[in-house]
């Protein structure tokens, strides 16, 4: 890519998953199948939940918005990292690098919160029944997204503000299928301390806000549960938070693997191959999560099933 008038780069190239021709073929039909599954999947969600009234509860609310917010996360970078496949230079802009540099952060880190507002809701649910529809009203669910949302988009902000102060003048080619913070920050020329402050503070803040309250939710719904007389009301409330919690343990343990920063050069080919999971893999997994351990979902398939 060519240089402007302040020496910096106006573009970069993706390097993508591998540079082994042979595999090229097969990884581009192996994304491509788990792309339309993703966007199958929660799009089907989304239209379940729209269509079916027995569905129009906080939980499903959240679980809405959850599917929302995945669907959106794989048009950010999947359609690109298909081009690298069938492509010997896969070019991003510099200004379509920032913009997928955001939106990745922005839906990242809403969906931590939404996760979080999902565990407060089973909470709610489990220890105080009776509370649950005052609780969880609509004026609360619709305050906890907009919280997600507003959070997420000011972390983004952040991330991305930051970003676009640095120079690139070195390189740029970027060892990853997508532009990520950390890709970034190591072809850069100037400065990079400000961006991995502010970056170890954004990610920390979320990680141990989320964390905490879905820790806490947790123990006290197992602390409830344990205090149950029947056995029919732990079966109840394990299958109640058992999607959720599958969700939470794919999401949290790719995505730890995904921020940790890569100590050296050679560590960051293998950290993009964790990558995968966290952006591929787990938002084709959660409507399917949803879908077959719920009952809900399948009364919700079978009453539109029974319509057509």
Same mark, same amino acid.
């Given at each position: 890519?060519?240089?402007?008038?302040?020496?910096?780069?106006?573009?970069?190239?993706?390097?993508?998953?591998?540079?082994?021709?042979?595999?090229?073929?097969?990884?581009?039909?192996?994304?491509?199948?788990?792309?339309?599954?993703?966007?199958?999947?929660?799009?089907?969600?989304?239209?379940?939940?729209?269509?079916?009234?027995?569905?129009?509860?906080?939980?499903?609310?959240?679980?809405?918005?959850?599917?929302?917010?995945?669907?959106?996360?794989?048009?950010?970078?999947?359609?690109?990292?298909?081009?690298?496949? @069938?492509?010997?230079?896969?070019?991003?802009?510099?200004?379509?690098?920032?913009?997928?540099?955001?939106?990745?952060?922005?839906?990242? @880190?809403?969906?931590?919160?939404?996760?979080?507002?999902?565990?407060?809701?089973?909470?709610?649910?489990?220890?105080?029944?009776?509370?649950?529809?005052?609780?969880?009203?609509?004026?609360?669910?619709?305050?906890?997204?907009?919280?997600?949302?507003?959070?997420?988009?000011?972390?983004?902000?952040?991330?991305?503000?930051?970003?676009?102060?640095?120079?690139?003048?070195?390189? @740029?080619?970027?060892?990853?299928?997508?532009?990520?913070?950390?890709?970034?920050?190591?072809?850069?020329?100037?400065?990079?301390?400000?961006?991995?402050?502010?970056?170890?503070?954004?990610?920390?803040?979320?990680?141990?806000?989320?964390?905490?309250?879905?820790?806490?939710?947790?123990?006290?719904?197992?602390?409830?549960?344990?205090?149950?007389?029947?056995?029919?009301?732990?079966?109840?409330?394990?299958?109640?938070?058992?999607?959720?919690?599958?969700?939470?343990?794919?999401?949290?343990?790719?995505?730890?693997?995904?921020?940790?920063?890569?100590?050296?050069?050679?560590?960051?080919?293998?950290?993009?191959?964790?990558?995968?999971?966290?952006? @591929?893999?787990?938002?084709?997994?959660?409507?399917?999560?949803?879908?077959?351990?719920?009952?809900?979902?399948?009364?919700?398939?079978?009453?539109?099933?029974?319509?057509?």
């Amino acid at each position: 890519m060519a240089l402007d008038n302040d020496s910096s780069v106006t573009g970069f190239i993706l390097m993508g998953l591998t540079d082994q021709p042979q595999l090229q073929l097969l990884l581009f039909f192996l994304f491509l199948v788990n792309y339309v599954a993703t966007v199958v999947g929660n799009l089907c969600l989304i239209i379940l939940i729209c269509l079916n009234s027995h569905l129009h509860t906080p939980m499903y609310f959240f679980l809405f918005n959850l599917s929302f917010i995945d669907l959106c996360y794989s048009f950010v970078f999947t359609p690109k990292m298909l081009t690298s496949f @069938n492509s010997e230079r896969n070019i991003i802009s510099f200004a379509g690098c920032m913009a997928q540099l955001f939106f990745f952060c922005f839906f990242v @880190n809403s969906e931590c919160y939404v996760l979080t507002a999902m565990a407060y809701d089973r909470y709610v649910a489990i220890c105080k029944p009776l509370l649950y529809t005052v609780t969880m009203s609509p004026q609360v669910c619709f305050l906890l997204m907009s919280a997600s949302y507003v959070l997420g988009f000011a972390g983004a902000m952040a991330h991305t503000g930051c970003m676009i102060r640095l120079t690139f003048c070195d390189s @740029n080619i970027i060892d990853h299928y997508m532009c990520d913070i950390f890709p970034l920050l190591q072809l850069s020329c100037s400065s990079t301390y400000a961006n991995e402050l502010v970056a170890s503070i954004i990610v920390g803040s979320v990680i141990i806000v989320s964390s905490v309250v879905i820790f806490i939710s947790y123990a006290l719904i197992l602390f409830n549960v344990l205090h149950m007389p029947s056995a029919k009301g732990w079966s109840k409330a394990f299958n109640t938070c058992g999607s959720h919690l599958i969700t939470v343990d794919f999401f949290y343990g790719f995505g730890l693997l995904t921020h940790v920063k890569p100590s050296s050069a050679e560590s960051l080919g293998q950290w993009k191959h964790f990558s995968v999971f966290y952006t @591929n893999v787990v938002p084709m997994l959660n409507p399917l999560v949803y879908s077959l351990r719920n009952k809900d979902v399948k009364l919700g398939v079978k009453k539109i099933l029974k319509r057509i």
